[in-house]
């Protein structure tokens, strides 16, 4: 019997003395939290120095490279973006409240263009080159900072990222999820349940059926609010899986193949080479020289 993940509800309380949430992660201290989809009320900025590993946000999953810079709007389902592969130096996780300076902050005039910001983050933001890396810095300078001098720093680097020109919006697709806590609740079951179970094949009639409800509902009820159909979502999950094994492991690319829930390897060449541009010894390769 294949035992089901309960989504998991983040309670996020803030850093002592402030009325947002900092939190930084080195080799040392690594962020362990978070290894299934998970969602909270608090808007979420996570830079990671380095490294390379999954970016899993509502249905948009990708391999990022070189480190990452992603703002996560309010309860927008996501995983965590590093484990003990990933090899970065440091990850900075800011979460705040939407109405965390009062509920009509974001209305005056100095702050309606974060207000835009903040409402295209609803569906997830990664931003990328100088960009990221300017404002990753200014983001990591805030541990130091006193509470009131961080606060200050964050509306400079929402600021920043407001100005960024180097970005892309996740889930271009759509995602909506309805208001209710049993929305939320299903679509953390089907991701938690694909994250623990795509390395077999995965029937429509079971997925449904874990969510209680029939094939012809599921496949309407997906579609709407990730913009993917179920087979699509399953499959680039296997994709982004292999990327991350001929990253992270030396083992031959038949078994990243299998490994990654594929059990054709003519297939799996072809569909890799349609997701990345690149077929996998290619890209193997170029992360090789990359790395060297």
Same mark, same amino acid.
């Given at each position: 019997?294949?035992? #089901?993940?309960?989504? *998991?509800?983040?309670? &996020?309380?803030?850093?002592?003395?402030? *009325?947002?949430?900092?939190?930084?992660?080195?080799?040392?201290?690594?962020?362990?939290?978070?290894?299934?989809?998970? %969602?909270?009320?608090?808007?979420?900025?996570?830079? !990671?120095?380095?490294?390379?590993?999954?970016?899993?946000?509502?249905?948009?999953?990708?391999?990022?490279?070189?480190?990452?810079?992603? =703002? +996560?709007?309010?309860?927008?389902?996501?995983?965590?973006?590093?484990?003990? @592969?990933?090899?970065?130096?440091?990850?900075?996780? #800011?979460?705040?409240?939407?109405?965390? @300076?009062?509920?009509?902050?974001?209305?005056?005039?100095?702050?309606?263009?974060?207000?835009?910001? =903040?409402?295209?983050?609803?569906?997830?933001?990664?931003?990328?080159?100088?960009?990221?890396?300017? +404002?990753?810095? $200014?983001?990591?300078? /805030?541990?130091? /900072?006193?509470? %009131?001098?961080? /606060? /200050?720093?964050?509306?400079?680097?929402?600021?920043? @990222?407001?100005?960024?020109?180097?970005?892309? =919006?996740?889930?271009?697709?759509?995602?909506?999820?309805?208001?209710? @806590?049993?929305?939320?609740?299903?679509?953390?079951?089907?991701?938690?349940? &694909? $994250?623990?179970?795509? $390395?077999?094949? #995965?029937?429509?009639?079971?997925?449904?059926?874990? &969510? *209680?409800?029939?094939?012809?509902?599921?496949?309407? %009820?997906?579609?709407?609010?990730?913009?993917?159909?179920?087979?699509?979502?399953?499959?680039?999950?296997?994709? !982004?899986?292999?990327?991350?094994?001929?990253?992270? $492991?030396?083992?031959? #690319?038949?078994?990243?193949?299998?490994?990654?829930?594929?059990?054709?390897?003519?297939?799996?060449?072809?569909?890799?080479?349609?997701?990345?541009?690149?077929?996998?010894?290619? %890209?193997?390769?170029?992360?090789?020289?990359?790395?060297?």
């Amino acid at each position: 019997m294949v035992k #089901i993940s309960k989504p *998991s509800f983040e309670k &996020v309380d803030p850093s002592f003395g402030s *009325s947002f949430s900092f939190k930084s992660f080195n080799q040392e201290n690594q962020n362990r939290n978070h290894t299934f989809w998970h %969602y909270h009320p608090e808007i979420e900025l996570v830079y !990671v120095n380095g490294g390379s590993g999954k970016r899993q946000i509502g249905s948009h999953i990708s391999y990022y490279q070189h480190g990452d810079l992603i =703002l +996560i709007g309010s309860n927008l389902p996501h995983c965590g973006f590093t484990d003990s @592969l990933t090899d970065n130096d440091k990850e900075t996780v #800011i979460q705040f409240s939407p109405d965390f @300076l009062g509920k009509n902050f974001w209305e005056i005039p100095e702050m309606r263009n974060v207000r835009v910001l =903040l409402e295209r983050a609803k569906n997830g933001i990664v931003f990328h080159g100088e960009d990221k890396n300017l +404002i990753g810095e $200014k983001i990591e300078a /805030l541990s130091s /900072l006193t509470n %009131y001098k961080r /606060l /200050l720093g964050l509306l400079d680097v929402l600021n920043m @990222l407001e100005n960024a020109k180097d970005f892309t =919006l996740l889930n271009a697709e759509g995602f909506v999820l309805d208001t209710e @806590l049993e929305d939320h609740n299903r679509i953390n079951v089907i991701f938690n349940f &694909v $994250k623990n179970e795509f $390395k077999r094949n #995965i029937a429509l009639e079971e997925i449904a059926d874990v &969510v *209680s409800m029939t094939v012809p509902a599921f496949c309407r %009820y997906f579609k709407k609010t990730t913009g993917k159909t179920f087979v699509q979502f399953v499959n680039e999950y296997r994709l !982004v899986h292999a990327a991350k094994l001929l990253h992270e $492991k030396q083992i031959s #690319i038949t078994d990243v193949c299998f490994e990654s829930g594929f059990n054709n390897f003519s297939h799996f060449n072809k569909q890799f080479k349609k997701f990345t541009g690149k077929s996998p010894s290619v %890209y193997r390769n170029e992360i090789k020289f990359a790395v060297s």
